[in-house]
């Protein structure tokens, strides 16, 4: 496992297999990021919050992009995930399934296996998919980088760090 500079990755994280997480990612505790039948690379200043499950069981690389937000509960088996997303509690992403840039994935909703999330999309539950308004990508936009700065100084402060 590769762990960028600045990245915050807390040793209650379950990593398993070849591993790369960019600079300012925050890896909370009880967190599983498993490479297990290929390489995983995480962008930078991504959040990956508790339960979430990230695992690749495709042979190819998968790759997550930066500024992203994975919420509690979630689950990943994307081949590819671009950048500025949210991955809301408990939503689903299926296996080979590719998402682009600044879409929201709703509470519980899944992407289906082998599905395509567009750029600027939201996802709700049922599979439906709408076109995302410019005022929400830009709430998430400005609030995104001064939370991974505040999780980066409190994480450590009630969790034991990688190295």
Do not use: W, Y
Not at 115 to 139: C, F, H, M, Q, W
Request: overall charge neutral.
């Amino acid at each position: 496992t590769k762990i960028g500079t600045g990245a915050g990755v807390c040793k209650a994280a379950n990593l398993k297999g070849d591993i790369s997480i960019g600079s300012g990612t925050i890896v909370h505790p009880k967190v599983s990021i498993l490479a297990t039948n290929g390489p995983i690379m995480i962008g930078a200043n991504n959040i990956i919050e508790e339960n979430c499950i990230i695992e690749n069981l495709n042979r190819e690389l998968m790759q997550i992009g930066s500024n992203n937000l994975f919420e509690v509960g979630s689950q990943i088996k994307a081949k590819k995930i671009g950048n500025n997303n949210v991955i809301e509690t408990k939503a689903e992403i299926g296996l080979n399934s590719l998402i682009g840039n600044n879409s929201i994935v709703m509470i519980k909703a899944r992407l289906e296996e082998n599905d395509t999330l567009e750029d600027s999309t939201i996802l709700l539950n049922g599979n439906i998919k709408r076109p995302l308004s410019a005022d929400v990508l830009e709430t998430h936009s400005n609030l995104h980088p001064r939370l991974v700065q505040i999780l980066a100084t409190t994480l450590p402060k009630f969790n034991r760090m990688t190295d």
